[in-house]
Every structure is written in structure tokens, then in C-alpha cells.
């Protein structure tokens, strides 16, 4: 036992891991999108996932936009206060909810619903020995399973977002209208005043790199699963954590890429 080489020789494997996963996932991604430029695209999986995602997320997002909204505006009212700035409130409550929180929340919502649901479909047709089966079909698992669900994930949390910002900035006005006496015409002529449409595009921008975020995510480790049951759990457990760590990894690389002076 060296004292010295063995911590060494630790941090080299897990390191060497790390690039080992990441390399297999960087392949995974391409392997996945490469199948968009050939031929078929099987249009009866990416609606039935743009449908998943899109529609029946609608709920959880709305109600943590708008929530959330409303939090913002209390909690930037009670510190703004004291310093006599109260007009600024509708301003935060629309960059916070435009440029961050409406692109971070609705993702990590999506990531713990949508991401867990794909790793766990994808994992069970894994150990249930069904890929093999589309195999013997001559139908490519990659194709059929992985880039329907890449595209539409990217595709439909911008959507999310768009509703999540829209709702969010409505549970701040209606807070701030109702609860600490705003004037409705003021609050609304200030939202417009900070909000501009480079705010927008970029939570927009962000929305679609969480999506797919979510949606390799989910694919990988549901394709990758391994041992039965047990498996398909890890596999679920490991999507989601994966998924909402790297979600906000690039939330800090793309705010300091749009926004750092």
C-alpha cells in the first residue's frame, strides 16, 4: 500500500471514467441524430413523445410557473422595501422568470417526469429483450427509439417554456396587482419597458438545449440499462439526476455565453 499512488491512482480512474462516460455519451448523441439525415423517420413515435412531453407536462409546469411568479414578486417586494424601489419589482419578476427560472424550472419538472418515463419505457424493452427483437424485425433500435425522442424533446420545452414564462409573469402581476397594491397599468407598462426580445430568444435557446439534455438523458440510460428490474430502476434514478445536474451546468455556460459582460 503506497500512500502516495494509491490516492493518485484513484482520482486517475475515476477521471478516466468520467471521459470514458462521457465519450459513450457523445457518441450515443451522434449515433441518435445522425439517423435525421437518412431515412425512414418514424413521425408515429415523435408525435406520440412530442404529445407526452408537450401536453401532458402542461400541468406541473403551468403551476410551478405561476407559483413561482408569485414568490418572486412577494420576496422582491419584502427587500426592495427597504430601500424604496418598489417599481422595480415587475421588472425582476420578468427577467427572473424569462431569462432563468422558466427555462430551469420547467426543466427540471420535465426531467423528473419525462426523462424518468423514457429510461424506464426504453430500459424495460432493454432487459425484456424487445430492441433485440426490432433487430431481428430489421427495423435499427437507434432509429426507431432514440431520434424520435431527441427531436421532440428539443422541440416541445421551448414550448413549456414559452407557456411557463407566460404564466409566471402573470402570478407575479397578479400577486403584485392583488396582494401589494400595484397599479395594473403601471406593472404591465413596466414589464414591457424590461423586457426585451433577446430575454426571450435566449430562454427559448436554453429550453431547447435542456430538451435534449433531457431527452439523451433518459434514452441513454434506459438504452444502456442492464440487470432486470433492478436496472431499470438505476437506469430511471440515474437519468434524473444526470438530466437536472447537466441542466444546470449549461444554464450557468449559456447565462455567462449571452449574458457575462
Known amino acids: 500500500m503506497n500512500l502516495i499512488l494509491d490516492p493518485v491512482a484513484a482520482i486517475g480512474r475515476a477521471f478516466l471514467g468520467i471521459v470514458r462516460k462521457a465519450g459513450a455519451l457523445a457518441l450515443f448523441a451522434l449515433a ?10 418514424y413521425w408515429g413515435v415523435f408525435f406520440n413523445s412530442l404529445i407526452e412531453i408537450a401536453f401532458y407536462s402542461l400541468p406541473v409546469v403551468a403551476l410551478t ?4 411568479g408569485g414568490v418572486i414578486a412577494l420576496q ?3 427587500g426592495f422595501a427597504q430601500y424604496h424601489v418598489q417599481s422595480a419589482i415587475a421588472g425582476i419578476v420578468v427577467l427572473a422568470v424569462v431569462r432563468e427560472l422558466g427555462p430551469v424550472l ?3 419538472m420535465v426531467a423528473g417526469r419525462v426523462g424518468a418515463a423514457m ?4 430500459g424495460t424493452m432493454r432487459v425484456t429483450d424487445q430492441i433485440d427483437a426490432l433487430r431481428t424485425l430489421s427495423t435499427d433500435p437507434m432509429k426507431y427509439l432514440v431520434t424520435p425522442r431527441l427531436v421532440a424533446g428539443t422541440l416541445a420545452l421551448p414550448f413549456l417554456v414559452l407557456v411557463a414564462d407566460i404564466l409566471g409573469v402573470l402570478g407575479g402581476f397578479t400577486v403584485s396587482v392583488s396582494k401589494l397594491g400595484f397599479d395594473p397599468q403601471n406593472y404591465i407598462i413596466a414589464t414591457f419597458n424590461a423586457l426585451k426580445p433577446l430575454d426571450v430568444l435566449v430562454g427559448l435557446s436554453k429550453a431547447a438545449v435542456f430538451g435534449f439534455i433531457i431527452s439523451l438523458m433518459g434514452c441513454y440510460h434506459g438504452y444502456t440499462s442492464r440487470g432486470g428490474a433492478e436496472g431499470v430502476g438505476s437506469a430511471t434514478t440515474a437519468a434524473v439526476v444526470a ?9 450557468y455556460l449559456l447565462t455567462d455565453l449571452f449574458f457575462a459582460q
Open 76 to 78: 422582491s417586494y419584502a
Open 65 to 68: 410557473a405561476i407559483f413561482s
Open 243 to 251: 438530466a437536472s445536474i447537466l441542466l444546470l451546468a449549461f444554464d
Open 119 to 122: 429510461s424506464a419505457e426504453i
Open 106 to 108: 420547467a426543466g427540471l
Open 32 to 41: 441518435g441524430l445522425s439517423h435525421l439525415l437518412r431515412p425512414p423517420f
